[in-house]
């Protein structure tokens, strides 16, 4: 019994050791977290102490990533342990935002990071780029923006998306683009403006904010690489099987972060979970034109198809005018 109990103790030291990172000391951390003397710890470390109840509920308070990778070490394929921190108003937006960076942040110390990205809308990342658009979707995602309007932010928010915007350019990544990803967004503060959510002053802002996004998003689709040495591979895909959604892969390690209503989402390390989701995202990766190989002229033509997908619009409408509405077949009879 007493191996036992060493054998985990061991395990949830090593796996903390590697959510902490490598530029954090162990015994240090231990020691300041838990009131302990530099001699306790190691004694702890060796084995020859057992952490107590307490201690170790203390440490998952420090540290709450800690139990997520305990229970997915010893997974049952049935039962996931996912993180969710969804938000309604600015202080618990930070502290969604905090878990994106702390994701983010902890696969690039810790190197050899990649994110899979599936892109039905915009990536989540570019709407933290530009403060306006942020403080618009952050109150169509909290769902007050028809009736109180365009949200002001504080510079404390705008720090921690812009954090996150520049994680997101430092990681490589693979990207699968629906062809509307983009247009969708323009349709969305047009039809805010007709319902008077936003106004025209706020709207013209608005478009202008996602033509500089696009310019940015262009000249890295154009150099294929987000930053220099930060690769950049674009698909595009007009029939994704999959919303919004990531797979952060470092090393032999993978996170899936996977699209809720309204901009939240969960994430989990449950190893089917993450098979799955791999396995999907490769079968849309073979269905999807490759962009990014494409030549430079095509690579142009389908950035301004993004602005104006009329070829799509077109089969869109055609498709439906196949369709006879119930009232339409009532007074055929």
Request: a negative charge.
């Amino acid at each position: 019994m007493h191996k036992q109990v060493e054998n985990i103790q061991s395990k949830t030291l090593r796996i903390l050791q590697d959510i902490l990172g490598p530029e954090i000391n162990l015994a240090n951390w231990l020691s300041d977290s838990l009131d302990l003397k530099n001699a306790t710890v190691y004694r702890i470390k060796s084995g020859e102490s057992q952490l107590s109840l307490a201690q170790s509920i203390r440490i998952i308070q420090q540290e709450p990533r800690l139990l997520e990778e305990l229970l997915e070490e010893d997974y049952d394929e049935n039962t996931a342990f996912i993180r969710f921190k969804p938000y309604h108003d600015e202080e618990s937006f930070q502290a969604f935002l905090l878990q994106i960076e702390k994701i983010f942040s902890s696969a690039l110390t810790k190197g050899d990071a990649q994110l899979s990205y599936i892109a039905r809308d915009l990536p989540l990342f570019f709407f933290l780029a530009r403060p306006k658009i942020l403080e618009y979707k952050f109150a169509f995602w909290c769902g007050t923006l028809r009736d109180k309007g365009i949200s002001t932010l504080s510079s404390l928010t705008h720090n921690i998306a812009q954090r996150i915007y520049e994680l997101y350019l430092s990681i490589d990544s693979i990207e699968i683009w629906h062809p509307l990803a983009y247009y969708n967004q323009i349709l969305q503060i047009n039809i805010a403006l007709q319902e008077g959510s936003i106004n025209q002053e706020e709207h013209r802002l608005l478009v202008q904010e996602y033509k500089i996004l696009l310019e940015k998003f262009s000249a890295h689709l154009l150099q294929n690489e987000k930053k220099p040495g930060v690769k950049l591979n674009i698909f595009n895909n007009s029939l994704p099987a999959m919303d919004n959604c990531g797979i952060l892969k470092q090393g032999e390690n993978q996170l899936v972060m996977s699209a809720l209503p309204l901009a939240n989402f969960f994430s989990t390390r449950h190893p089917i979970i993450v098979s799955e989701y791999r396995r999907t995202f490769s079968l849309q990766q073979h269905r999807s034109l490759p962009i990014s190989r494409a030549g430079r002229k095509q690579r142009q033509q389908w950035l301004t198809d993004l602005q104006n997908p009329a070829w799509l619009l077109d089969a869109i409408k055609q498709h439906e005018a196949l369709w006879i509405s119930p009232d339409a077949e009532t007074s055929a009879a």
